[in-house]
Structures are given as structure tokens and as C-alpha cells.
């Protein structure tokens, strides 16, 4: 997760990148539909399940049909790309969050122009984005990305390091700590998905049960948003199941 915003090899804008079929109403619905299947299996009210449309890699075209089936959040990992977004989209009421991982030089912009940041992992970064966050708004809310596969090549902190972190991020003035985003590895099966799942759950329960106000568990994709969501999923980012393949 050391991708560039504006290097030769950044994605491109494509729009139609393998459309999957039906409409953007459409498969917004069948997402819709599969969160409320699996709360209601959980027996967890669907509404506390937020939909978080990751739209990176598709065009302000794309964003702009899926809004206009009443999808209003989204999720960017480069932020060149989504600045881009953001600027053609300005006439719409979006809540933009930034899931990407974060370069030192990228904190301005991010502080500046979203409402989000899941992928906060070091405390160099919240403590950038905290003191470059505009007077004129509201904290940024964030979440802490945990690394609960302990896989090298992704990003976010070790789990055994979580707690001194969030201890941290919790006292930046511009920042507010929602709770923790995880990226599994890739699993085959319920169970398996479902185990790495509730090892994020355990360490944000962990991080309530010693006083911090935690509400968000930023957790499940396309491929696994049926195992997340049992395991307290409280936001589900969703990208290929609404947009295409990559």
C-alpha cells in the first residue's frame, strides 16, 4: 500500500471499466440488499451498517449516477484523483472519506478537503492532519488502520501497538478517534473470514473497554462483506460490487 498520487504509474480516470451489468441503481440495491441479508442473519438493525462507496479509479460520471440513486458517501485512496472528483462534484451534498494510505506531503489536502480518514497508522500523520485541519471545521474523523494479519505490505499498525496510539490520536485537537479500519488478508471460507473479522473487533473492543468513545469498525469489502457485517461491522466499503473490476 505505497501507491502514489501522481507518479507514472498512478490509475488513470477510465469510465466504463468493466461495467458489470444493470444499472448503477441497480447493483447499489443488490449491495443494499446483501447488507440487510446479513444484519438481519447477525440480528443487527441494517441501518447501523453505512455504505461507503469506494469510487476510485472511476470517473466524477460514475460518482455522479451513483449519488443520483441516493448513494451520498465515498470512499478515495489517491488524492490527486479524488480532488479532481471532488472539484467536478462540488454541486452535489457528498461526504467524501479518504482511505488510502498517506504520504507526509499529501496531510494538507487531506485535512482540508475530506470529512473521513480511515487509514491513519502512525502518529506522525494524525498529528499532521490534526494541525493542518482548517479552523473553519469540524475535527476530522478518523480511524486507526490496524494490521490484524501482520502482513508487510500492507499498511496500519500492529495490534499489540494499538493502544499507545489511540491514546495518542485521541488527544489531537483537530482529529476525532471514531474507531479502527482493518484490511484482512484474503481468506477462503466463512470461518476463516470471519476469524480475521473479529480480531479487529477484539482490539477495538479492547480500546472501549479502557475509556475511549469508539463507534465505527471500518471493515468488509465486495468479496467479504457477509462475514464483516456478524462481527460488527459498522461501515462496509464497497467498490467492485458497485462500480466494476479494476
Same mark, same amino acid.
Request: net charge neutral.
Given at each position: 500500500? @505505497? ?30 440488499? /446483501? ?16 455504505? *461507503? ?23 478515495? #485512496? ?13 454541486? *452535489? ?11 507526509? #506531503? ?6 482540508? @478537503? ?16 490534526? &494541525? ?7 475535527? *476530522? ?5 490496524? @494490521? ?16 499507545? *496510539? ?9 482529529? /476525532? ?25 477484539? &482490539? ?18 465486495? &468479496?467479504?462483506?457477509? &462475514? ?19
Amino acid at each position: 500500500m @505505497n501507491a502514489m498520487d501522481n507518479g507514472p504509474n498512478s490509475p488513470k480516470l477510465e469510465a466504463g471499466m468493466h461495467p458489470l451489468a444493470g444499472t448503477p441503481c441497480d447493483r447499489l440495491r443488490a449491495v443494499q440488499a /446483501r447488507i440487510a441479508r446479513a444484519a438481519a442473519e447477525a440480528g443487527r438493525d441494517a441501518a447501523t451498517v453505512r455504505l *461507503l462507496a469506494v469510487s476510485k479509479t472511476f470517473d466524477a460520471a460514475a460518482v455522479r449516477a451513483m449519488a443520483a440513486c441516493g448513494q451520498h458517501e465515498f470512499g478515495e #485512496n489517491y488524492l490527486q484523483e479524488a480532488l479532481e472528483k471532488q472539484a467536478a462534484l462540488g454541486d *452535489l451534498p457528498l461526504l467524501w472519506h479518504f482511505i488510502g494510505p498517506i504520504q507526509s #506531503n499529501k496531510t494538507r489536502a487531506i485535512a482540508g @478537503n475530506f470529512s473521513w480518514v480511515h487509514s491513519v497508522d502512525r502518529l506522525k500523520i494524525a498529528d499532521r492532519l490534526s &494541525a493542518q485541519r482548517p479552523a473553519g471545521l469540524p475535527p *476530522l474523523q478518523v480511524c486507526i488502520e490496524v @494490521n490484524v494479519s501482520d502482513e508487510a505490505s500492507k499498511g496500519g499498525v500492529a495490534v499489540a501497538e494499538l493502544p499507545m *496510539l489511540a491514546e495518542a490520536v485521541s488527544k489531537l485537537p483537530g482529529l /476525532r478517534l471514531r474507531g479502527l479500519m482493518a484490511i484482512p488478508a484474503p481468506a477462503t471460507g466463512m470461518a476463516a473470514q470471519r476469524a480475521a473479522f473479529r480480531r479487529v473487533r477484539e &482490539a477495538y473492543d479492547a480500546l472501549i473497554a479502557h475509556g475511549h468513545a469508539l463507534d465505527t469498525l471500518s471493515m468488509g469489502m465486495s &468479496a467479504d462483506l457477509e &462475514a464483516a457485517v456478524p462481527e460488527g461491522a459498522t461501515i462496509v466499503r464497497i467498490g467492485t460490487a458497485l462500480f466494476g473490476e479494476r
